[in-house]
């Protein structure tokens, strides 16, 4: 998404800051990553913190 359009950046960042104390607590110096790489057409992937549900859609 940031690739396409960078200028998202700083309203994403908005976004996090305002949801950050909603967030679960963390321990300090708790460190989360999370690495993603598809390619390839129809091929997905889906990261979650947390619970994720993913609706039935048809392959690509």
């Not at 700083?10 to 800051?17: M, S």
């Not at 607590?25 to 790489?37: D, L, N």
């Amino acid at each position: 998404m940031l690739d396409a359009d960078p200028a998202l950046a700083a309203e994403l960042r908005r976004v996090l800051d305002e949801l950050s104390p909603l967030a679960a607590p963390t321990t300090p110096g708790t460190t989360i990553t999370q690495r993603a790489t598809v390619s390839g057409r129809g091929n997905r992937v889906f990261q979650a913190g947390g619970s994720i549900h993913l609706p039935d859609t048809p392959d690509a």
